[in-house]
């Protein structure tokens, strides 16, 4: 993708960018939380960033996590991308680096609760909605899996022993 570069989080700086994203995203413009979104799932999720290489401004930003019952089950979620920075693709790449992600975790499935708004998104890259939509932080949901036998996204570079997109 030409101009960001997408890549897991590799540190508290990092993270905590995708928090004020979140939060810019989650809280100021969409009124779904009062203070911020971070919840329980935070502590164990892995962060996929997509930077802007002309301004290295956070424009992207996804979560993927263990279920805590079942660590072959992972969850994706928390999908924000900067408002002047939406239209170009971006959560694509996102959400395909994440299935990219839990495929290298060993995880053999892969679910997410989307926007309604989004779920035609992810019917276009292979994710299919399961059951009947809900509420969700006052905003309706779908829940969607993606067949992570079949499903290939971007490839990965290893280094120390962390994915790096």
């Not at 960018?17 to 892995?46: C, H, P, T, W």
């Not at 708004?117 to 006052?138: A, Q, R, T």
């Amino acid at each position: 993708m030409r101009g960001y570069e997408i890549r897991v989080a590799e540190s508290k700086k990092e993270i905590q960018e995708a928090y004020s994203l979140r939060r810019m995203v989650f809280v100021d413009e969409q009124g779904m939380f009062e203070k911020d979104d971070i919840d329980m799932n935070d502590d164990k999720a892995i962060y996929i960033n997509a930077w802007s290489k002309r301004n290295e401004l956070l424009v992207g930003t996804v979560r993927c996590y263990p279920d805590p019952l079942d660590h072959k089950l992972w969850w994706g979620g928390r999908l924000a991308v900067h408002h002047d920075y939406r239209i170009r693709g971006i959560g694509v790449y996102l959400i395909l680096a994440a299935i990219e992600v839990v495929k290298y975790q060993s995880a053999k499935r892969f679910l997410a609760n989307v926007m309604s708004k989004n779920v035609e998104l992810f019917k276009k890259i292979g994710w299919e909605p399961i059951g009947n939509s809900f509420d969700s932080f006052g905003k309706p949901h779908q829940l969607m899996e993606v067949n992570l036998d079949v499903q290939d996204a971007l490839p990965l570079q290893h280094t120390r022993g962390k994915s790096k997109l």
